[in-house]
């Protein structure tokens, strides 16, 4: 059975930091693309982040880029997602996936059959 726990959310304000983890269990992950997405009230989930099996691509939204970082330890089956210069607007409800696609499709939702249950993410002005 496959489980992405994702770790790392809370309270923040404008101009700060967060790091949010999401650890992989019952799948090769190794061999697994993983995205970030993000849900916030009354809003479709849109995509955030994403990074290749191997962490040798990645790729992200226009909003984030610039202040977002995925990254992966293979070993630790831990993808993460590093937030900075946080805005109000990134208040959401954060998700991991996990994809066997990879390229341009790791930015659609459809791709992914696997998800966690999600982390919220709250950005005080």
């Known amino acids: 059975q496959v489980q992405l726990v994702e770790s790392g959310g809370g309270l923040v304000q404008a101009g700060g930091s967060l790091r949010l983890s999401c650890a992989a269990s019952?799948?090769?992950?190794?061999?697994?693309?993983m995205g970030w997405f993000r849900q916030a009230p009354g809003k479709e989930r849109e995509f955030v982040a994403a990074?290749?099996?191997?962490?040798?691509?990645?790729t992200y939204a226009d909003s984030v880029k610039g202040r977002f970082t995925i990254s992966r330890d293979n070993a630790k089956k831990t993808v993460y997602l590093q937030m900075n210069s946080l805005k109000p607007e990134d208040t959401a409800v954060y998700y991991c996936?996990?994809?066997?696609?990879?390229?341009?499709?790791?930015?659609?939702?459809?791709?992914?059959?696997?998800w966690g249950q999600g982390t919220q993410v709250t950005v005080s002005s």
């Open positions: 019952g799948l090769p992950f190794s061999t697994y693309a």
């Open positions: 990074i290749s099996s191997s962490g040798g691509f990645t």
């Open positions: 996936a996990a994809s066997s696609s990879s390229g341009i499709f790791l930015k659609l939702k459809r791709f992914y059959p696997h």
